[in-house]
């Protein structure tokens, strides 16, 4: 079993930074991609970014194109997310997730075996 925890989170202000972690423990760990959501009070979960583990090709929802950067650390915490100019509309809970097997549907939550439990991302306008 593999445990996905994810750190960073917090309050700022709107054009401000944070950087998310995802660390993941438990059994040997190689997935396919690594990816970000987030769910808003009353939204459905989205799709943000994700990044393959091998050859760490990204992709991103169009939203935070240019502001937002995910990236992996094969040695140690396995993904993180820099978020710069944050809005007012990004506040939602971010959630990590992997994916062990190839899949063309990196954007699909379906499509992730593993979850972690999220953390709150809220920015004030």
């Known amino acids: 079993q593999v445990q996905l925890v994810e750190s960073g989170g917090g309050l700022v202000q709107a054009g401000g930074s944070l950087r998310l972690s995802c660390a993941a423990s438990g059994r040997t760990f190689s997935p396919y991609a690594m990816g970000w959501f987030r769910q808003a009070p009353g939204k459905e979960r989205e799709f943000v970014a994700a990044?393959?583990?091998?050859?760490?090709?990204?992709y991103y929802v169009d939203s935070v194109k240019g502001r937002f950067t995910i990236s992996r650390d094969k040695a140690k915490t396995p993904v993180y997310l820099q978020m710069n100019n944050l809005k007012p509309e990004d506040t939602a809970v971010y959630y990590c997730?992997?994916?062990?097997?190839?899949?063309?549907?990196?954007?699909?939550?379906?499509?992730?075996?593993?979850w972690g439990q999220g953390t709150q991302v809220t920015v004030s306008s």
């Open positions: 990044v393959t583990w091998a050859g760490g090709n990204t």
């Open positions: 997730a992997a994916t062990l097997g190839f899949t063309p549907y990196v954007r699909n939550p379906p499509e992730y075996n593993y």
